[in-house]
């Protein structure tokens, strides 16, 4: 080995071993991380715990026999302006940087050296690298939570979501199965986080689902105590989460419900038994930014089942009902009342219709506004009804068409009185009998009623 190789490895071996790897590699952009005590990332600190942050950043290793510091800022939505937390390197070679601090649930104090936080406040560390991997000064930031309740899997038993302790924040599917409710209370804020599914399952394996599999969801707010349902993106969107998810569920009750930004409000289907009154219930609810369909499976009723969709408001979605509504058995009821339909994108009902399959069901279609797109569908069969089997009254709807449509002379039985059709027409086909009084037509291209 010549004196020239020999001379270039030992200079190789003395940048490697003595001077420290920041001097092979001039810059690289630092990772600043929330973690605990063991240096494991954190999503959520309990209340009573101690906040950590970490970096990594090589070139902040500027000298390999000395334990060196760096400063960060850790926030929250209490203080919002943050306090100065100093990390000390946690070897004198090893280019990674730890410090922590302590929690107060107060108002903000600037300066103090503790972070005020109110429970389920987002925190945020920031750390400004003087240098990134071309040189230049950039700013990296790590998010976490204080004090929320993460959910996630499937429910062994009975379950209650309490104000106490909200917000819960939804980090994969939840289960709910067959003989279980999931019962969420007045005031209840439930996030769920972008996009990210932890079990992996479901029908969206990267979207996080509230599955109802057999079991009841019970979650009645009040007009001065709501239930939110919300994406935890900081700029949300369309599709951050997939929705509810229901499969041959026994209750569903929400009430004063603010629902946003999932694929679905309701994917898969829904068949009742009317083995407990008001198998479905929607009332007094908000639902907006919907990536896609509000409805986007079939929904059967049978036995006496009651399904009630009241007083709310659905805006920002592509169809409300994309599938078959099926009604059975004397008794049954479906009620769509007092809704304000706002801008969908696409029409009320994309395939199916609203189907009354016998004599005894009943449809009452009642008192709803819709902006646009107002394309309905109901048929009615069974031989010689006594009583008018669908009833569309008192709506204010524009755009689309109604289509009523019985099979032959005995099958049929409509009543459309006293609603506004604003370039919407109505088609009767093949109905035992239609009442259809005191309605108003107007904008139509063509004719209002054929």
């Known amino acids: 080995m010549s004196g020239n190789v020999r001379h270039h490895l030992r200079h190789i071996l003395f940048l490697l071993f003595a001077v420290g790897p920041a001097l092979l590699f001039a810059y690289d952009t630092g990772i600043v991380t929330l973690v605990d005590e063991n240096g494991d990332e954190v999503l959520s600190y309990p209340a009573g715990s101690t906040l950590y942050v970490h970096v990594w950043d090589s070139d ?7 334990y060196e510091t760096i400063e960060v800022t850790v926030s929250s939505e209490t203080e919002t302006t943050g306090e100065t937390l100093t990390l000390t390197e946690t070897g004198v070679n090893t280019a990674e940087f730890m410090g922590s601090m302590s929690f107060e649930e107060a108002a903000a104090s600037n300066g103090d050296g503790v972070l005020q936080v109110t429970r389920g ?25 204080y004090d929320v309740t993460l959910k996630s899997g499937t429910l062994s038993a009975d379950e209650t979501w309490t104000a106490a302790n909200s917000p819960f924040l939804v980090t994969g599917d939840v289960t709910v199965p067959s003989d ?5 209370e ?17 029908s969206d394996y990267n979207r996080s689902e509230l599955r109802i599999e057999g079991g009841s969801l019970i979650a009645e707010g009040t007009a001065a105590d709501s239930i939110i349902f919300v994406s935890n993106a900081e700029d949300p969107d369309d599709n951050d989460w997939y929705g509810f998810y229901s499969s041959s569920p026994h209750v569903i009750r929400l009430s004063y419900v603010s629902f946003r930004h999932a694929s679905y ?5 829904m068949n009742f038994y009317g083995n407990q009154s008001d198998s479905l219930r929607i009332t007094h609810s908000h639902f907006r930014d919907i990536g896609q369909h509000v409805f986007n499976g079939n929904l059967d009723a049978n036995n006496g089942a009651t399904m009630v969709i ?8 592509d169809y409300f009902m994309r599938e078959n509504i099926n009604l059975y058995d004397d008794g049954t009821l479906l009620e769509i009342d007092a809704n304000e339909f706002v801008d969908p994108h696409g029409d009320l009902m994309q395939y199916g219709s609203f189907r009354v399959d016998e004599v005894g069901p009943k449809i009452l279609f009642t008192n709803n506004q819709s902006t646009s797109n107002s394309k309905l569908r109901f048929q009615a069969y069974g031989d010689n009804a006594t009583e ?32 506004i059709f604003d370039g919407t027409y109505l088609n009767v086909s ?12 107007k904008n139509n291209n063509s004719s209002g009623l054929n």
């Open 60 to 66: 902040r290793n500027c000298c390999p026999t000395t």
């Open 265 to 269: 409000v309701f994917g898969g289907s």
């Open 186 to 202: 007045p005031g209840v804020e439930v996030r769920i986080l972008k996009v990210s599914d932890d079990q992996s399952s479901g």
């Open 180 to 184: 279980i409710t999931l019962t969420i």
């Open 430 to 441: 093949s109905a035992e009998k239609a009442l259809i009084k005191g309605n108003t037509f």
């Open 121 to 145: 406040d987002k925190l945020t560390a920031t750390y400004v690298d003087p240098q990134d991997d071309f040189g230049n000064e950039t700013t990296v930031t790590d998010k976490a939570f």
């Open 388 to 419: 008018d089997q669908v009833i569309i009254e008192n709506n204010q709807l524009a755009g689309g068409y109604i289509y009523l449509s019985g099979s032959g002379a005995t099958r049929g039985r409509f009543r459309v009185k006293d609603n």
């Open 310 to 317: 009241k007083n709310n408001t659905f805006a920002d979605f």
